[in-house]
């Protein structure tokens, strides 16, 4: 497909969307590229969710565009956008995971969805607990997780289908810096393994970090629209 070697992964052109009456986003035009790293801020309420949501077509724009690997999103049917979600890694804001599941079946859980045979991906399955630090605790129930373990469970399950993309909505939302830096060295080897990567955060300090490891854009939703954000980060 075009996209694994063309201009972009994700496209969004001048886009709206109006929630509740009110439009949340007006005018927003972006193109992620293969194997780019973009951070997205502004205040809460903001509308930073909201446009994740439209980068992985949970969500139709009210008016504009938004292709994902090449495909209108208004074009797809239900299927459609449940194979392109396979290439899309989420990490939500509020991970969600089943409590009586150990939380090596929980990270598993997209490999069931997929139709995959679990038994047959166990070692990859143990080789990426591992790379989260999280094989000692591969049979902890979610609730005897710390915030920084869910957190780093939640990545792990977003990319056990290896995708081109990872999209993360405040991922070091809940953890102390220490486990904020750990997230980020994840999702940098993530993005030098040639994953597009976006992550929505209110954490400058982040950020800051991040530019020190690899080369990252830094977009703001201000008043609606979407600017470049300045050098001063």
């Not at 996209?3 to 007006?26: F, K, M, P, Q």
């Not at 899309?88 to 490999?111: K, T």
Request: charged share 25%; aromatic share 6%.
């Amino acid at each position: 497909m075009s996209d694994r070697t063309g201009a972009r992964v994700i496209e969004l052109e001048n886009l709206a969307y109006s929630y509740g009456g009110g439009e949340l986003l007006s005018d927003v035009s972006l193109k992620l590229a293969p194997g780019s790293f973009h951070f997205l801020t502004g205040p809460s309420g903001a509308g930073k969710t909201t446009f994740l949501k439209l980068c992985y077509g949970a969500l139709v724009p009210t008016s504009g565009f938004v292709r994902i690997f090449d495909r209108d999103v208004r074009d797809m049917s239900r299927d459609d956008v449940a194979q392109i979600r396979r290439r899309i890694g989420v990490v939500h804001q509020d991970c969600q995971f089943l409590d009586h599941l150990p939380l090596y079946e929980n990270v598993a859980l997209p490999l069931t969805v997929a139709g995959f045979d679990v038994a047959g991906e166990a070692e990859n399955l143990r080789d990426l607990l591992a790379w989260c630090g999280l094989e000692p605790r591969a049979n902890a129930l979610p609730p005897q997780l710390s915030g920084g373990e869910r957190q780093r469970a939640a990545l792990a399950r977003a990319v056990i289908l290896s995708p081109d993309v990872v999209l993360a909505d405040e991922p070091t939302g809940n953890v102390d810096w220490e486990m904020s830096q750990r997230l980020l060295t994840l999702l940098v080897e993530l993005n030098r393994m040639g994953k597009t990567v976006l992550i929505a955060t209110h954490d400058l300090g982040l950020i800051r970090a991040a530019k020190q490891q690899v080369q990252a854009r830094v977009l703001r939703i201000s008043n609606r629209r979407l600017q470049l954000a300045g050098a001063d980060l």
